[in-house]
């Protein structure tokens, strides 16, 4: 597993930027206890959104700083909005689109989170493994010269995933399970261009 260290104040002249992502939602046919219920109690204002933090360019790509043309390849940071009433958790996971390698899977994310910080894991949440072996976010790496676009994707789970969930289970049954899990989804979608040799 690598070890990334937040260098004070590598991010702070990024300046945030958010946007409103497309956001889905499912009906739950069956019914929700009351503690996941009372995970979530505030009442929704709009769509459920995931939105960008820092880490992204004025245009909505992702900084070098986030990708593996940097030694730190942070993570980044996300907003969320509007999170559905009865909600248990929340998950997150990112997805190349051009070659459907998964990149980030976490889960564990409490139903009250505004969003994550860039390289930072939130308490109570956990990383689980990725197509490129590791059980962290490892960020985007198109071939040289070339643009990639990359899938963040928010759920909101009726129930929390079990806590040995994804220790020998393959990244895209972990996918598929949060997709079956979720009442709800929000997405953005952020390119990346790698400078050519």
């Not at 219920?37 to 909505?60: E, N, Y």
């Not at 939130?122 to 490129?132: F, I, K, V």
């Not at 071939?143 to 995933?161: E, S």
Request: proline share 9%; hydrophobic share 35%.
């Amino acid at each position: 597993m690598k070890h990334r260290f937040l260098v004070s104040g590598a991010l702070a002249l990024v300046a945030p930027l958010t946007t409103t992502a497309c956001s889905s939602s499912s009906p739950s046919t069956s019914a929700q206890s009351p503690s996941a219920v009372s995970r979530a109690t505030a009442v929704p204002t709009g769509p459920f959104a995931l939105g960008r933090g820092q880490g992204f360019d004025a245009s909505g790509a992702f900084l070098s700083l986030m990708t593996c043309d940097s030694p730190h390849d942070y993570s980044p940071a996300l907003t969320f909005k509007n999170v559905p009433v009865g909600t248990a958790e929340l998950a997150l996971s990112m997805v190349d689109l051009d070659n459907h390698k998964i990149h980030w899977l976490q889960v564990g994310l409490p139903a009250t989170a505004s969003g994550t910080k860039a390289h930072t894991l939130t308490p109570g949440a956990r990383e689980l493994l990725n197509d490129l072996g590791e059980a962290t976010y490892d960020g985007p790496c198109p071939p040289a010269g070339q643009t990639h676009r990359y899938q963040l994707t928010l759920y909101a789970l009726r129930t929390p995933l079990p806590a040995s969930f994804g220790r020998d289970t393959s990244p895209s049954q972990i996918l598929k399970e949060l997709r079956s899990h979720a009442d709800a989804t929000a997405v953005l979608v952020a390119p990346y261009t790698r400078k050519g040799p």
